[in-house]
């Protein structure tokens, strides 16, 4: 996974998360705490690591609510300007304190009104300002972006998973993210981000987008 880092860090990563290693012919299991039988150590051996397909989602559930605004975010339809004001352009989605629903941060979130009446001058950088160093979340953009033919605008799915978080967290929802993706059906652009040099990084977006990208929320590339 992109958030391990070398060494023991990284193989114990691996092993919760339910890797295996191949190399040289034999494989090591990391789906649990003990090899099994006529399995051997990485130790220096040249291979791969692929995900063991037995290991098993988190089993947390996504919230109605959040479906409902995911719903509202994707079908951009004519309607009374005081619904449109509503319209969420950027969302925050994180676990509840059992750890069982994926909910709405209801503290972070953008309005299409407030970017429109100039409450928010630059929606991005606003957006950059609601993640957190120490924990993990995911987030739904809406991103308003030009192409040398036509302006467009398309939703972005961001898994944030910083170095801060704790690796239990980092687990869960690494484990939990399919879980809403199944959710957002119609989603074409995914972005996994574990640190704000890459956020912030306006090129690493345009890539997630597509190509011949000229501009982003008015910033040009």
């Known amino acids: 996974p992109p958030f391990c880092n070398n060494g023991k860090g990284r ?28 399995l051997f150590r990485e130790g220096r051996s040249r291979g791969v690591w692929k995900r063991n397909p037995v290991a098993m989602a988190s089993g947390v559930k996504v919230c109605d609510e959040v479906v409902t605004c995911f719903n509202n975010m994707k079908v951009r339809k004519a309607c009374a300007k005081g619904e449109a004001m509503k319209r969420k352009k950027a969302i925050m989605l994180i676990l509840n304190n059992a750890k069982d629903h ?10 299409m009104g407030d970017v429109q ?17 120490d924990h993990c979340c995911y987030a739904l953009y809406d991103a308003n972006y030009e192409t040398k033919e036509s302006k467009k605008e398309e939703l972005i799915f961001i898994h944030w998973s910083p170095d801060g978080a704790s690796i239990k967290e980092k687990l869960i929802y690494a484990s939990s993210k399919e879980a809403v993706t199944k959710k957002f059906v119609g989603v074409k652009h995914e972005w996994q981000v574990n640190g704000f040099d ?3 990084d306006i090129h690493s977006l345009a890539a997630k987008l597509g190509s011949d990208i000229v ?4 910033r040009q590339l």
Do not use: T, Y
Request: hydrophobic share 45%; glycine share 8%.
């Open 102 to 111: 994926i909910i709405l941060d209801d503290k972070r979130q953008i309005l």
């Open 11 to 38: 193989r114990s990563l691996l092993r919760a998360c339910g890797w295996v290693f191949f190399g040289e012919g034999r494989a090591h299991s990391f789906l649990s705490s003990q090899p099994a039988s006529g």
């Open 198 to 200: 890459e956020l912030a």
């Open 117 to 133: 009446q100039g409450v928010i001058k630059d929606p991005f950088e606003h957006f950059m300002a609601m993640f957190s160093n």
């Open 215 to 218: 501009a982003i929320e008015q």
